[in-house]
Nanobody, 126 residues
Framework: QVQLVESGGGLVQAGGSLRLSCAAS????????MGWFRQAPGKERDFVAA????????YYGDSLKGRFTISGDNAKNTVYLQMNSLKPEDTAVYFC???????????????????WGQGTQVTVSS
């Protein structure tokens, strides 16, 4: 079992920045990829970014690279999502996810992830 705890959400004005953190515990040795997804009210859960532990490779959702940066700290079993130039349309609940068998080609596929955090709210005001 893997447990994920997110932190760092909040309210920010448009153009501002936030950094989300996701700490993994439990059977962390089994994780090969951690990622972030987000879900706005009434919408599906969309891919944001992912980080592969084995080689540090990253993958981003459409139009997010350049504003969002994902990184990982292996010693802390934690991934971070730095979000800059935030827009009102970035408002959503952000979920951390961990997968044991996520291939490089499938990093953006929600169904490939086994464990999920509770989510953290990000609200961007205009």
């Amino acid at each position: 079992q893997v447990q994920l705890v997110e932190s760092g959400g909040g309210l920010v004005q448009a153009g501002g920045s936030l950094r989300l953190s996701c700490a993994a515990s439990g059977r962390t040795f089994s994780i090969n990829t951690m990622g972030w997804f987000r879900q706005a009210p009434g919408k599906e859960r969309d891919f944001v970014a992912a980080f592969r532990w084995i080689d540090g490779s990253t993958y981003y959702g459409d139009s997010l690279k350049g504003r969002f940066t994902i990184s990982g700290d292996n010693a802390k079993n934690t991934v971070y999502l730095q979000m800059n130039s935030l827009k009102p349309e970035d408002t959503a609940v952000y979920f951390c996810a961990a997968g044991r068998f996520v291939t490089a080609q499938a990093m953006g596929i929600l169904e490939r992830y086994d464990s999920w955090g509770q989510g953290t709210q990000v609200t961007v005001s205009s």
